[in-house]
């Protein structure tokens, strides 16, 4: 039980961060209908920001931290700019635009290699290592600061989305492009936006990430299963990626926990099949129509 | 450096690669569905062929087949589940699959898990390759130009429109998955033979981005450009190896480029035929004399 209980609380910690990362996904998805898949390369570069802020420009952690969200948002940004627009510009059916995503993955993951080298980094030691006890519990200060800081943007984020004038204008958006545009509402703005959103926490995340663990440019591959966390909630929708992302978190803890850490993440591309043969719109996301 | 040995073994190499490519090709190209995991088909080609070859002493034509086989059976399956799913999420199933595949055979230590399984049989040579090659081609433009690749055709056009006008949308999409999975299948066969080495993580999913970046850069629907396309993007990064690192740098900006810049690839939706030869010729003769 006791043990259980322990694996919960890794297990929601890890999904926090999951769930910042998800979030980036759904944003854009549910503006432009497609998966960014270069989000990964964002959360990477997020990673090493917040290292080098850190170790070479010795910034105090917290600086070094909202800088790297800062950084990746305008990487987000650009992005946009560089691989997607083009293709807005003129309409291109949403293959394309996961086609080019995949290409800036495949830059920016090599370019780290080219440049930085596909050596292991680690971060320094912010935190100490040593433990909270809570009676046989044993808490980690940087499980408890990544569940902490996750929470309170993502609470951010569904204040942001839910209750401002910009965020009515990003659900208006992604309800329907043209009409909000005739509405008035600058939609090219708004993009701009979501992904400078998303590339922020993308940011945050990293950092929080590479803390965790360590730096190195295949963190894409841990992002991937963030983006089927996205998935298993519901494309499109925010509350979706947070539920996803933390179910996602505990399920894999449990499955390292009392199967075999193998197997962990096998059990996450299966819950992705899964979830598509049984539920494709996910858990909250809206029951897509046919377009035709 | 320019040795035939060397550049016998590129050609093979892309000769290997043209088989997964071609499949894709009828599945992107002519019938309009992505796919993200046609790696995992290769290499449940590659390892049934293995299996058949070592463990039961089958001749290479008998094993691959069966390897052909045993993708397609799994494309139907898959497919089965997933063909009816709308938008990128039956690409987002495909990933899932393909991951799930390479995850399985990392654990299954009967074929070496994830260190691998080398002494494999080396029997795949330039002019089997080229011989498959060739049939393959021949077959795939049958494929394409008989009423079912025409059926095939209008689904991509415009699916609700095909199903009006009486075309089982559903099954021309399934024999679409089938034969471009038994495509994959006898790729992997051979690449097994031909490296006399199988280790899951040669078919990850950069693997399978890699192949649909092949047949977008050679241009949807012309077996022409996978041609050209493969011939090109399996040379392109031999001849940059020099540069090692930089290599993928200058492929992701490749990719970025075309998408955003050339869509239609290099022969979008042509054939180089003989009649396209004559074509052009003619035209190019009246041009010449219009301008004396």
Redesign the interface.
């Known amino acids: 039980m006791l043990n259980f209980l322990q694996q919960l609380i890794n297990g929601l910690s890890i999904g926090s961060v999951y769930a910042l990362m998800a979030v980036g996904y759904s944003l854009v998805y549910s503006i432009m209908n497609f998966s960014n898949f270069a989000h990964g390369g964002v959360i990477m570069f997020g990673a090493y920001f917040g290292f080098f802020f850190m170790t070479l420009y010795k910034f105090p952690f917290s600086v070094a931290f909202i800088a790297s969200g800062i950084a990746a948002a305008i990487l987000a940004v650009l992005v946009e700019r560089v691989a997607y627009r083009p293709l807005r510009n003129r309409r291109a059916p949403f293959l394309y635009f996961i086609i080019s995503a995949m290409g800036v993955s495949i830059f920016l993951e090599n370019i780290v290699i080219a440049t930085i080298g596909p050596n292991f980094k680690t971060y320094p030691e912010v935190f100490s290592v040593q433990p909270i006890k809570l009676g046989s519990m044993a808490i980690g200060r940087i499980d408890l600061m990544m569940f902490v800081i996750s929470a309170v943007c993502l609470a951010f984020l569904i204040y942001l989305i839910d209750f401002t004038k910009i965020g009515k204008a990003i659900q208006a958006t992604a309800y329907n492009m043209r009409a909000s545009a005739l509405m008035g509402i600058n939609t090219d703005m708004i993009i701009l936006i979501v992904f400078g959103l998303g590339g922020f926490l993308a940011g945050l995340a990293g950092v929080l990430f590479g803390m965790k663990y360590t730096v190195y440019p295949q963190i894409g591959n841990i992002t991937l299963k963030s983006f089927i966390a996205a998935v298993f909630g519901g494309l499109g929708s925010i509350q979706g990626a947070v539920i996803g992302s933390i179910l996602l978190g505990i399920i894999e803890t449990i499955t390292s926990g009392y199967i075999s850490s193998q197997y962990r993440d096998l059990i996450a591309f299966a819950l992705l099949i899964f979830i598509l043969i049984v539920r494709p719109m996910g858990l909250m996301g809206k029951v897509t129509e046919d377009k035709a | 450096m320019l040795s035939w040995y060397y550049i016998k073994g590129i050609l093979t190499l892309a000769g290997i690669y043209l088989l997964p490519v071609l499949g894709l090709s009828l599945l992107t190209g002519f019938t309009g569905l992505?796919s993200f995991g046609h790696a995992g088909f290769m290499a449940i080609g590659g390892y049934t062929t293995a299996f058949m070859m070592v463990k039961l002493n089958l001749p290479l034509i008998p094993s691959l087949i069966i390897g052909g086989l045993f993708a397609a059976l799994a494309s139907f399956i898959i497919g089965k589940?997933?063909l009816n799913?709308?938008?990128?999420?039956f690409?987002?199933?495909t990933?899932?699959?393909g991951?799930?595949i390479r995850?399985?055979l990392?654990?299954v230590q009967y074929f070496g898990g994830a260190r691998g399984w080398p002494g494999l049989p080396l029997k795949t040579t330039l002019t089997t390759v080229v011989i498959i090659d060739i049939i393959a081609v021949i077959l795939l433009r049958n494929i394409v130009n008989s009423r079912h690749g025409r059926n095939m055709i209008a689904v991509r056009e415009e699916?609700?429109a095909s199903s009006v006008i009486g075309i089982n949308v559903f099954k021309h999409k399934m024999m679409s998955l089938i034969i471009s999975a038994f495509y994959a299948g006898l790729g992997g066969g051979l690449l097994a033979t031909y490296l006399g080495f199988l280790q899951p993580k040669m078919f990850s999913?950069?693997r399978s981005?890699e192949l649909?970046?092949i047949v977008?850069f050679g241009g949807l629907g012309s077996i022409t450009g996978s041609v050209v396309g493969t011939l090109i993007l399996i040379a392109l990064p031999e001849i940059l190896r020099s540069f090692a690192?930089?290599r993928?740098?200058v492929?992701?900006?490749?990719?970025?480029f075309i998408?955003?810049?050339r869509?239609e690839g290099l022969f979008g939706g042509k054939e180089l035929s003989f009649n396209f030869l004559k074509g052009l010729f003619k035209r190019s003769v009246s041009k010449a004399r219009g301008e004396n």
């Open positions: 992505f589940l997933t799913l709308k938008g990128d999420y690409c987002i199933a990933l899932g699959f991951e799930a995850l399985i990392d654990n699916e609700l999913l950069v981005t649909t970046i977008i690192n930089w993928l740098v492929y992701g900006i490749i990719v970025v998408i955003t810049a869509p």
